[in-house]
C-alpha cells in the first residue's frame, strides 16, 4: 500500500495550522534520548564529514588547502575519517609565501609522506622572481597569495577547493557560506550568495566558475584545540611552548628569521612563547605561553582574551575590511 | 556531560534592534574579545556615539557598515558553561523570505524581534508564518525596547497577547514571549529590576534550557548513501583490500549492527554487518552521525541511494506535492524543468501544476501563474525518477529538497514534501507491497 494522500493548496500550505503543532508535540512527547544526543565536538564532526563527503560526491576535481596549520591539519583528519579506510580521494594544495617557518614545511612534507597525498604546491617566490607579482611596501605575502592560488585552480582545473576557514575567525568570514561560489576571476560576491538550506549542499555551477568549500565553518578556536586534544592530532612543534628568540613589533613578538630581521631600536629576547597561528613569518606574531599540551592550549584560548587574528596577524590590523577585500579578490 | 550546540537564527523588522540584541548577547556571554570591542569602540567614536553600537559586532561587510543594515546572513558562535550555540543572525527587510528560510531551516530556535512600541506587525506575522511553515521546534519572541515604554507591564501584556493569538492562528508549535532591552541588556543574560512584574526566565536562560531540537534520532532509520567507499588497490592496509561501505550521515532514527534494512529505490533487503566511524567500529548509530555501513550481502547501492529500515521504509515516488518558497530571480513558471536534490539525489524534475501560493499579507492561498522571488507556493511536481521522500511533518530531512537550475546552478527555491501522489508508474518504480521489494 502507499500511503499518499491528495490535498489541496489551501490544506497544504496550511501545514502551518493546528494539526501540524499536534504532529510535532506527539512527536516530541516520547523523548528518553539524553543518551543518544551528541555531544557539540561530535556533532561539528559528524557535520564537516558530512560536508566532505557530498563535495567529494558532486565535484569532478577537488581539492584541498593544506598549509601545515591546525585548521588545515584538522581538515585533513576529518577528510582521512571520511574516506576510511580508503585514501583522501584528492590531492592537496599548498599556496607557499616562501615565507614559511621551516618547521611547518617540514611537517606539511611528513603529513604529505604518512598519509600518501599528492601535493600542488603555488608558489609565490615564483611569481616574485618572474616579475608576475611584486613585493609590497610592507613585506607581507599573504595578500600575493590570491593570484597563485587561482592560477593553480585554473591549471590543475580544481573544480571546487576545500579549505578550513572557520566563521568566528573575522567578521567577512562570518558571512561565508559553507559552499561558496566563485566566479571566473575567482571573485566571492558576498551581497548575492546562495542560500544554503538544511543540510542540502549545492555546489553545481558554470564551466570556469568553482566552489570554496568551509566543512569546519562552524568551529570555533577552542573547538579545535579541543578536537585535536581528544583525537590525538600530531601538530608542527611551533604550536607548543617552546624558548624563541624574538622582538616586539606593532605589539606583537616577530621570530628572527630571514624575513623578520629586528631594526636597531628592536632588541632581541629570548622568550618562552608559543603560536597561535602559522603564517608568512614576516607579519604572524608568537603569543608569550607555557602552554604545551593540547588540554593546556584549549584552556589557554578559551581564557584568552584576545581573538587568534587580534593577537598574531599583523596583515589584519590594516583596515576593517582588510579579509573582506582579500576574500573578494579571491583569498581563501 | 559533554556540552551540546544548539542552533539559532534571529528574525526582525527594520529597526527592531536586532543586531544590538546579538551583539548583546556575545557581549554578555563574554564572546567579545578585547580587540573586537576595540575596534567597535573605535568605530562607534569616529561615528561621534557616545556608547559601543555592538550591532557593529555584526555587520560584518562594508556595505552593511555603509549602510547601517544588515545584508546578509552572518554566523556568530557563543557559550555559556552547559551549551554552544550557533547564531544565525538574518536581515530582516532585505529578501526577508529568502533569509529567514535559510535561518530557519537549520534552526531549533528563532529569536523573533518585535519593537514594543509597535506590537506585531506584518512582517512579524511573515516571520512567524516562515517558522511554523519551516517546522522550527521553538520559537521565542523577544518584546525588545521596553525601556522605551517605561518598562510598561501593560504595553509588554497587550504585545504578549497579539503574538500569543498570532502564533495559534499561524500553528507556531512552541513561541514564548521576553520582554527585554537589547541596548541596556535587560532581561537578556540575567533577569531585569526594571521588570519586577516578569516571573519569566532570561532569554539566555530560556536558550540554556530548551530542548536541542526535533529529535532526529526518534524517527525511523533513514541514510542516503553519498559513497561507496572501496579501497581496493589502493587501501592503506593490506586487511582493507576487500572493504566495501556505503558512507553517509544519519539522517534520522537508529541503526544497530544486526538490524535489516533495505536500499531504495531498488527496494533490496539486507542486514547491517557493521558501522564505521573512520577506523572505530561502532554498535550503533544515530542521528546526525556521519558513518559507513557494512552490509551482508553486496547488492547494486550507489550514492543517491537511502538506505532505510526495512519494516518501516518510504515509498519511492515520482509524482510530489510540495509547499515551494521560490528563491529565484527569474520566477517559477507551470511545465518549467528544474534540477531537485534530495539526500545525497539530484534528478530532473518538471513543474506539472503550480496549484496556489501563500498571499503573504492574509495568510491563505490564493490561485496563482507564477512565483516571484521570496513567494511561497504550492506545486505538483514530476521527478525523472523515484525519490522516497517522506512528509515534511513527519521528518525535516526527509522531506525538504532544493530546486536548481540546471543552467547556472543556482539554487532556486526551499521545498517541503507536503504530500505525495500515486504515480500510476509501472510497477517496478512503483510497487504495492513489501513483497513486491523483493526483486
Known amino acids: 500500500m502507499t500511503t499518499t494522500t491528495n490535498v489541496t493548496a489551501a490544506q497544504a500550505i496550511s501545514t502551518t495550522g493546528d494539526e501540524g503543532a499536534t504532529g510535532l508535540a506527539a512527536h516530541r512527547s516520547g523523548d528518553d534520548s539524553d543518551d543518544r544526543r551528541l555531544s557539540q565536538l561530535d556533532a561539528l564532526e559528524a557535520e564537516a564529514i558530512l560536508v566532505i563527503r557530498e563535495m567529494a560526491g558532486e565535484l569532478e576535481r577537488p581539492a584541498l588547502l ?222 608569550e605561553s607555557p602552554a604545551r599540551t593540547n588540554a593546556e592550549i584549549a584552556l589557554e584560548v578559551a581564557a584568552s582574551t584576545l581573538t587568534e587574528r587580534g593577537a598574531t596577524r599583523a596583515d589584519d590590523r590594516i583596515s576593517e575590511a582588510a579579509m573582506e577585500d582579500r576574500k573578494k579578490e579571491g583569498y581563501f | 556531560m559533554a556540552a551540546t550546540l544548539l542552533r539559532l537564527a534571529t528574525a526582525g523588522s527594520v529597526d527592531d534592534g536586532k543586531s544590538t540584541l546579538v551583539g548583546r ?42 549602510q547601517g543594515i544588515t545584508i546578509d546572513v552572518a554566523y556568530r558562535y557563543f557559550a555559556t558553561a552547559n551549551r554552544s550555540f550557533v547564531l544565525a543572525d538574518c536581515p530582516g527587510h532585505v529578501q526577508y523570505t529568502r533569509n529567514t528560510v535559510t535561518g530557519s ?30 517546522r522550527v521546534p521553538h520559537v521565542v519572541v523577544a518584546v525588545n525596547k521596553i525601556d522605551l515604554v517605561d518598562f510598561s507591564q501593560e ?90 561501505g556505503y558512507a553517509g550521515q544519519v539522517a534520522s532514527g537508529v541503526v544497530r549492527v544486526g538490524d535489516e534494512v533495505v536500499a531504495l529505490p531498488s527496494g533490496r533487503r539486507t ?24 552490509l551482508a550481502d553486496e547488492i547494486d547501492i550507489s550514492r543517491g541511494d537511502v538506505i532505510a529500515a526495512a519494516a518501516d521504509a518510504p515509498v519511492p515516488t515520482q509524482d510530489i506535492e510540495a509547499v515551494v518558497c521560490w528563491l529565484g530571480d527569474a520566477p517559477l513558471r507551470p511545465a518549467q524543468r528544474l534540477l531537485l536534490k534530495h539526500g545525497s539525489r539530484t534528478v530532473q524534475t518538471a513543474v506539472r501544476s503550480l496549484n496556489g501560493a501563500l498571499d503573504l499579507d492574509n495568510l491563505h492561498a490564493v490561485p496563482a501563474d507564477s512565483l516571484s522571488l521570496n513567494d511561497i507556493g504550492l506545486v505538483t511536481l514530476r521527478l525523472a525518477a523515484p525519490l522516497p521522500v517522506e512528509n515534511y511533518s513527519v521528518s525535516r530531512r526527509g522531506g525538504s529538497f532544493l530546486l536548481i537550475d540546471a543552467h547556472d546552478g543556482r539554487t532556486v527555491a526551499a521545498g517541503m514534501v507536503g504530500a505525495t501522489l500515486p504515480s500510476g508508474a509501472p510497477a517496478p518504480t512503483e510497487p504495492e507491497g513489501d513483497e513486491e521489494w523483493e526483486i
Open chain 2, 271 to 294: 542486514t547491517v554487518v557493521g558501522i564505521d566511524l573512520g577506523e572505530r567500529s561502532l554498535d550503533e548509530a544515530f542521528a546526525p552521525q556521519s558513518v559507513t555501513l557494512r
Open chain 2, 25 to 66: 548577547l556575545l557581549h554578555d556571554t563574554k564572546s567579545v574579545l578585547s580587540d573586537q570591542l576595540a575596534a567597535v569602540e573605535r568605530v562607534s567614536r569616529d561615528r561621534g556615539l557616545t556608547a559601543a553600537d555592538l550591532a557593529l559586532l555584526t555587520d560584518g561587510l562594508r556595505a552593511e557598515r555603509e
Open chain 1, 66 to 287: 593544506f598549509s601545515g596549520g591546525k585548521d588545515s591539519v584538522v581538515m585533513l583528519h576529518l577528510a582521512t575519517k571520511a574516506f576510511w579506510p580508503a585514501p583522501i580521494p584528492f590531492p592537496v594544495l599548498h599556496v607557499d609565501t616562501g615565507h614559511n617557518f621551516p618547521e611547518v614545511l617540514a611537517y606539511r612534507d611528513e603529513t604529505v609522506e604518512r598519509l600518501g597525498l599528492r601535493l600542488v604546491v603555488a608558489s609565490v617566490q615564483d611569481y616574485i622572481d618572474d616579475g608576475r607579482l611584486r613585493e609590497r611596501a610592507d613585506g607581507t605575502r599573504n595578500p600575493l597569495q590570491t593570484l597563485p592560488l587561482l592560477d593553480a585552480i585554473n591549471d590543475n582545473r580544481f573544480d571546487g577547493v576545500f579549505g578550513g576557514g572557520r566563521r568566528d575567525e573575522e567578521k567577512a568570514r562570518a558571512k561565508e557560506r559553507i559552499v561558496s561560489l566563485r566566479d571566473e576571476f575567482g571573485q566571492w560576491d558576498p551581497k548575492n550568495q546562495r542560500p544554503e538550506l538544511w543540510n542540502l549542499f549545492n555546489p553545481r555551477h558554470r564551466p570556469g566558475e568553482h566552489v570554496r568549500v568551509f566543512p569546519i565553518s562552524n568551529w570555533t578556536e577552542v573547538d579545535i584545540w579541543r578536537y585535536i586534544d581528544r583525537e590525538d592530532i600530531p601538530l608542527a612543534p611551533l604550536y607548543y611552548a617552546h624558548e624563541r628568540e624574538v622582538f616586539r613589533r606593532d605589539g606583537m613578538w616577530l621570530a628572527v628569521g630571514p624575513v623578520s630581521q629586528p631594526r636597531d631600536d628592536e632588541p632581541v629576547e629570548t622568550r618562552l612563547v608559543r603560536y597561535r597561528t602559522v603564517g608568512d613569518m614576516s607579519c604572524t606574531g608568537a603569543v
Open chain 2, 155 to 244: 504595553v509588554y501584556e497587550r504585545v504578549e497577547a497579539e503574538v500569543r493569538a498570532v502564533a495559534r492562528e499561524l500553528g507556531v508549535v512552541d513561541a514564548t514571549t521576553i520582554p527585554v532591552s537589547a541596548l541596556d541588556g535587560d532581561n537578556i543574560a540575567e533577569r531585569s529590576e526594571r521588570t519586577p512584574w516578569y516571573a519569566g526566565p532570561s532569554l539566555l536562560e530560556l536558550l540554556e534550557a530548551l530542548p536541542p531540537s526535533d529529535d532526529p534520532a526518534h524517527e525511523s532509520f533513514r541514510l542516503p548513501v553519498q559513497l561507496v567507499i572501496r579501497p581496493q588497490g589502493a587501501a592503506r592496509d593490506e586487511a582493507h583490500r576487500d572493504y566495501r
Open chain 2, 105 to 134: 531551516s537549520t534552526a531549533d530556535v528563532v529569536v523573533l524581534l518585535v519593537d514594543a512600541r509597535k506590537g506585531v506587525l506584518e512582517q512579524t506575522r511573515r516571520h512567524l508564518a516562515v517558522t511554523a511553515l519551516l
